[in-house]
Protein backbone atom coordinates (compact mmCIF):
# COMPACT_ATOMS: atom_id res chain seq x y z
CA UNK A 1 0.00 0.00 0.00
CA UNK A 2 1.47 3.61 -1.16
CA UNK A 3 1.01 6.41 1.26
CA UNK A 4 -2.19 9.04 -0.63
CA UNK A 5 -0.68 12.08 -1.68
CA UNK A 6 -2.55 15.46 -1.19
CA UNK A 7 -2.18 19.04 -3.00
CA UNK A 8 0.11 20.98 -1.76
CA UNK A 9 2.85 17.60 -0.19
CA UNK A 10 6.48 18.18 -1.57
CA UNK A 11 8.60 15.19 -2.08
CA UNK A 12 12.25 15.39 -2.04
CA UNK A 13 13.86 13.27 -3.90
CA UNK A 14 17.47 13.96 -3.89
CA UNK A 15 20.55 14.01 -6.73
CA UNK A 16 21.47 10.75 -7.88
CA UNK A 17 24.48 9.37 -5.79
CA UNK A 18 27.87 10.39 -6.50
CA UNK A 19 27.62 13.89 -7.44
CA UNK A 20 29.07 15.51 -4.28
CA UNK A 21 32.02 13.68 -5.33
CA UNK A 22 32.44 15.00 -8.43
CA UNK A 23 32.62 18.63 -7.53
CA UNK A 24 36.14 20.35 -6.97
CA UNK A 25 36.39 19.91 -3.76
CA UNK A 26 34.28 17.11 -2.78
CA UNK A 27 30.96 17.92 -1.36
CA UNK A 28 28.68 15.51 0.97
CA UNK A 29 26.11 16.22 3.46
CA UNK A 30 27.05 16.06 7.37
CA UNK A 31 24.86 15.74 10.93
CA UNK A 32 24.19 19.15 11.17
CA UNK A 33 23.65 20.74 8.02
CA UNK A 34 20.81 22.89 7.15
CA UNK A 35 18.89 22.83 3.88
CA UNK A 36 16.26 25.56 3.70
CA UNK A 37 14.03 25.73 0.75
CA UNK A 38 11.52 27.86 -0.38
CA UNK A 39 8.92 26.93 -2.66
CA UNK A 40 6.23 29.30 -4.50
CA UNK A 41 2.59 29.08 -2.84
CA UNK A 42 4.03 26.82 -0.37
CA UNK A 43 6.66 29.07 1.41
CA UNK A 44 9.66 28.21 3.36
CA UNK A 45 10.65 24.11 4.17
CA UNK A 46 13.43 23.45 6.45
CA UNK A 47 15.33 20.49 6.63
CA UNK A 48 18.09 19.27 9.35
CA UNK A 49 20.17 16.26 8.69
CA UNK A 50 21.57 13.72 11.35
CA UNK A 51 23.14 10.62 11.53
CA UNK A 52 21.50 7.34 10.64
CA UNK A 53 20.65 5.40 13.69
CA UNK A 54 22.79 2.29 14.31
CA UNK A 55 20.63 -0.81 13.85
CA UNK A 56 23.28 -3.48 14.19
CA UNK A 57 21.65 -4.95 17.33
CA UNK A 58 18.54 -5.74 14.81
CA UNK A 59 17.86 -8.62 12.26
CA UNK A 60 16.78 -6.17 9.78
CA UNK A 61 15.88 -1.97 10.20
CA UNK A 62 12.27 -1.27 11.09
CA UNK A 63 10.19 -0.46 8.30
CA UNK A 64 7.71 2.53 8.04
CA UNK A 65 3.93 2.41 8.48
CA UNK A 66 1.50 4.23 6.66
Known amino acids: MSPALYP ?3 IF ?3 PAGVGVGRNPP ?3 QPGD ?8 IGDLHQSFVTAP ?3 F ?6 ATF
Not at 34 to 41: N, P, Q, Y
Not at 58 to 63: D, G
Open 54 to 56: DYH
Open 34 to 41: RLDTWIES
Open 13 to 15: TGT
Open 27 to 29: LFL
Open 8 to 10: GDV
Open 58 to 63: LAKPPT
